[in-house]
């Protein structure tokens, strides 16, 4: 019910101020004696001009076969909707929303520095680790999203300390680019806890990203975290750590990413050939977890794309839970960034808690993609 009550406000808003706009449109009004000229300010329509709304929905079928087993399933995965307000030419804010789950996003900006150098973000949205976690659903590869290391590490799921938090975080952030873009990075002060929670305990995760491009097309990548999280279940992968104990909470990364071409691209008509790597690790309490990923996207005709993976991840070196995933299928953009994907993937588990796991099996996913 609050979800209809949400979309009925939402569609009605914009229904106001499309009637407003109109309205503001009018200058004459026609008397029967003579015509009245009427002064009516335009801010209805600076208003609109300062307000973008973007969505996009993935939904799609899944097939596996585990353990001479077979299960399959349609499933909606995501249904996003945000609304971007330009407040100023400095000042902005936005605000992001699932429908399939929760409120992901709301956050204030005020960029300081007449051009990129320095901006301060304050509120919820994607924490700083890694360069795969801050990258938009839309444009990555995998219809997974994330490999198994940036989605341990940075908090979408798979951690049953740490829980679903969508790789997103309370807090502050400073970030900018400098040296005429040829660096990046990004300084934030996160809760640690995940999203739409109070920190649960009294320290502070700080979060450091810094990217190197000296070119358009290349970009080389390093992320660290440190803090101390707040367990909100207990896990497998670190068996020391009870239910409410706050544990050591360290996380690391180094990649690099090469595009053919970055101008123009539209993800339609002139895509390029896309590849990124990356070295990812963490420290839960007394166990380290590494691993590692590369993901390649290569337009063949038209628009379509070869996409392949190979992604690696051990939970704890010391027990050697890991997993090895390899990953290919073919995706096809038929309208700017709407798309259709297949793909395929075989996981190879090793050590890997049988309730989580089990033992090797294979992944047939196919995702329609809608996006405006």
Request: glycine fraction near 8%.
């Amino acid at each position: 019910m609050k979800r209809i009550k949400f979309i009925a406000f939402v569609f009605m808003s914009m229904f106001a101020m499309q009637t407003i706009a109109q309205t503001a449109d009018t200058t004459h009004v026609n008397t029967s004696k003579k015509v009245l000229t009427i002064e009516v300010p335009n801010w209805a329509e600076n208003l609109l001009k300062r307000i973008k709304i973007h969505g996009y929905g993935q939904a799609g079928y899944t097939y596996e076969h585990r353990d001479q087993k077979h299960t399959n399933t349609w499933d909606l995965k995501r249904v996003m909707f945000w609304v971007d307000a330009r407040i100023t030419d400095r000042w902005s804010f936005l605000f992001m929303y699932d429908f399939c789950s929760v409120v992901h996003e709301y956050w204030t900006e005020y960029r300081f520095s007449k051009g990129k150098q320095l901006a301060v973000r304050l509120g919820q949205f994607k924490n700083s680790y890694s360069m795969e976690n801050p990258l938009s659903p839309t444009k990555v590869e995998l219809i997974n999203v994330c490999s198994q290391g940036v989605a341990y590490l940075a908090g979408c799921g798979p951690d049953p300390l740490y829980g679903v938090n969508y790789g997103r975080d309370l807090g502050l952030m400073i970030h900018g680019e400098l040296f005429n873009s040829k660096l990046y990075y990004e300084f934030a002060v996160m809760n640690g806890q995940g999203v739409n929670v109070k920190d649960k305990n009294p320290e502070k995760d700080f979060l450091l990203h810094i990217e190197y491009r000296p070119q358009d097309n290349l970009r080389f990548g390093l992320s660290g975290q440190i803090g101390r999280g707040h367990a909100i279940n207990v896990s497998p992968f670190v068996p020391d750590v009870e239910l409410g104990d706050d544990y050591k909470r360290n996380r690391w990364s180094a990649g690099v990413e090469w595009k053919s071409h970055v101008k123009g691209v539209d993800y339609w008509k002139n895509r390029s050939t896309s590849i990124r790597a990356e070295v990812v690790g963490g420290r839960d309490a007394n166990v380290n977890s590494i691993g590692g990923y590369c993901t390649a996207s290569v337009p063949v005709w038209q628009g379509f794309d070869l996409v392949g993976s190979v992604d690696y991840f051990n939970y704890n070196t010391e027990l050697k839970m890991q997993q090895m995933n390899f990953t290919a299928g073919i995706q096809y953009w038929f309208y700017k960034t709407c798309r259709a994907q297949v793909q395929y993937t075989m996981a190879n588990p090793v050590n890997m808690p049988t309730s989580l796991t089990g033992d090797h099996y294979g992944l047939l996913q196919a995702q329609l993609q809608v996006a405006f």
